[in-house]
């Protein structure tokens, strides 16, 4: 009857092996393994600038890892700082997350559209900075935002600007 405790080992360690999964589950169940700033290089790339009110401007975003791989789940933040408040640019409509796993070494971007205000108008976001916020993350990076007021829509004072969904650079 050697055939009992053969099973039983075999399902001894079927158990073990399922219990060990990728989850990346952390303290409090946030993700151990989201990619972090201070973790990876955040940086604001040559800007397609809206030159007047009115127009479309483009801001790429590049993101490289520096560290273990990490995983970005959902989409970027960005926040328009105006020195007195700060806004939430809302995603791109109809955009679609994907999740990216990030070795050390891959990069990854977004891009920041936005719609030119006019300087001095009540309705325009007067933004001074832009923080970037990573899903997964509490910790953001400032930079200068130099691309001249953002246009608003609606009453809200929300700017007509959006986040695109991360795009996977190279191969």
């Known amino acids: 009857m050697r055939a009992i405790p053969l099973t039983v080992t075999a399902l001894a360690a079927a158990l073990v092996l399922t219990a060990c999964n990728d989850g990346g589950g952390g303290k409090n169940g946030k993700s151990s393994s989201a990619c972090e700033i201070g973790r990876v290089s955040v940086q604001i790339g040559s800007a397609s600038v809206a ?15 520096q560290s273990a791989p990490c995983v970005l789940d959902k989409f970027p933040g960005a926040l328009l700082n105006t020195g007195k408040a700060e806004v939430d640019v809302p995603v791109q409509q109809g955009a679609k997350a994907q999740k990216l796993k990030l070795a050390k070494g891959d990069s990854t971007s977004f891009t920041i559209s936005y719609v030119r205000g006019k300087a001095g108008d009540k309705s325009s976001v007067e933004a001074k900075t832009v923080k970037i916020a990573l899903p997964g993350s509490t910790t953001t990076r400032s930079f200068p935002w130099t691309y001249g007021p953002v246009a608003s829509k609606g009453t809200q004072g929300t700017p007509d600007a959006s986040v695109s969904a991360f ?3 190279g191969d």
């Open 51 to 65: 030159p007047v009110a009115g127009d479309t401007g483009e801001v790429p975003v590049s993101i490289t890892n």
């Open 167 to 169: 795009q996977q650079v």
